[in-house]
């Protein structure tokens, strides 16, 4: 049984699909680590908007591709009728296993976390007169139950149906595009000569020393404690190179995500249409966004606070700015952040349920995620998803698989937005209901800006580079036990 018209997703909440996936928890915590690789205002903007622009340019390239294979998988199909199988394979594994999952049980933990966070601060609000400390009342084991509750409960809303679906994303991407933009107006406020609870405007003396850059001299051991002997230190030349690139890390995986539309075009209201326009679209309102989230930063905190700001959470200390004292800014953002990461593992959980069910039905994953419920929603791929980000929340692991796996995501993006060249000259007449702008400037300009930024990963962070080459490595011995079963 089809989906009747009316039951698909259209352009409006497509776009919010999009950017409600993207829109995690990121954006509120990596600005403090790239500001402590680079200690300038400039190069953490530029590489903001280098994100931007690099997104922007492979969902352009994506845009046609998801226009000549609108049926379920997205970038499972490209990479499969570019390369062949075995390579489709190896993606869907890595997306199944790391990347997808990965990100679920992360996004779910930070859920937990600020859940249990603003439990401590509103107790605090309510005993000002007690000590507090954080968590101390709190079992280790909570933080991964709640996060798997959580994925559970989005997981059991999204076997519901597509409505359902769309109803949760709309309201909890909506409601943390409010709270941001009420964040970057204070910022943009302050910066043009406001007065709001005495919040300073830091931006002219962040940006006073030019185009130096420094750097904490402890930052490659992951200590960050302005106690130790640290220091910052000038950096120029390669060294400069190599750190933006590992900057890059963070500004990228908060902009990631986006593609996972692709995964489910089958439930797309005419998505040789609506997928380009929603991918253009939903990463331009991101983009736009992050970059004033950043200048919003940098107006309300000196750079070197940022830099070295609790546990790197930029985002509360720049709502404490603006809201005055100390606990109900920390509350606040405490909800904002568990509205974001539930939005936000709402799309994750719904997009990546598809992919596998297209692979199942190319015998190329458990027989079982290709079935359809009633409502017609692959629910044992939902579950089986579920799983295996409920598995990962309890190992602990999914942190160090994400940092290994990022740089083979990229990778993946870059292979697949090559493969657009490729189909150009294979199939030169092939349908087409939209080509990617520019083309092939677009294109090979993506290729030129992803490659700089992998090479410098790789260089920059070898180990974690080749570890998360060897797990989608892994899949290719996989690949022929599906094939034999088959």
Partial sequence: ??????????????????????????????????????????????????????????????????????????????????????????????????????????????????????????????????????????????????????????????????????????????????????????????????????????????????????????????ISDSSSSSSWVDISGSVLILAFAAAMVGSLFSSDAWQGITFMSHEIDKPEKTIPKALLWGTLLVTIIYCLANVAYFTLLPWKEIAMVSEGRVGVAAMGKLLGGVFLPQVIMAILIMISTFGCNNGLILAGSRLYQAMAEKGLFFQKAAVLNSRNIPSNALWMQAFWASVLCLSGSYGQLLSYCTFASLLFYIITVAGVLKLRLKEPNADRPYKVWLYPVSTIAYLVLAGFVAIGILISQFDIAIKGIAIVALGWPIYYLFKRDK
Avoid at 15 to 21: E, Q
Avoid at 92 to 115: E, K, L, N, P
Avoid at 125 to 149: D, M, R, T
């Fill in 1 to 222: 049984m089809q989906h009747p018209t009316n039951s698909k997703i259209g352009l409006f909440d497509a776009v919010l699909l999009v950017s409600g996936s993207m829109i995690g928890s990121g954006i509120f915590l990596v600005t403090s680590e790239m500001t402590l690789l680079l200690g300038n205002v400039w190069y953490i903007l530029f590489a903001w908007v280098l994100a931007g622009v690099i997104t922007l340019l492979a969902a352009l390239n994506f845009g046609e591709l998801a226009s000549m294979m609108p049926n379920a998988g997205g970038q499972f199909n490209f990479v499969t009728r570019i390369y062949g199988k075995r390579m489709g394979f190896v993606y869907g594994w890595s997306v199944f296993t790391v990347i997808q999952t990965g990100v679920i049980a992360a996004v779910a933990m930070a859920f937990s976390t600020h859940f249990w966070l603003l439990i401590d601060y509103v107790t605090i609000l309510f005993n000002s007169g007690k000590g507090y400390v954080y968590e101390s009342h709190l079992h280790p084991i909570g933080k991964p139950l709640l996060a798997i509750g959580s994925v559970a409960l989005l997981t059991y809303i999204n076997s519901r149906g597509i409505q359902e679906s769309k109803k949760v994303q709309r309201f909890f991407t909506l409601a943390k595009i409010i709270a941001l933009a009420a964040l970057i107006v204070g910022g943009l406020y302050i910066g043009f000569g406001g007065s709001l609870n005495g919040a300073q405007n830091f931006w002219s003396s962040n940006t006073n020393n030019g185009f130096q850059a420094q750097q904490w001299s402890s930052i490659s051991s992951g």
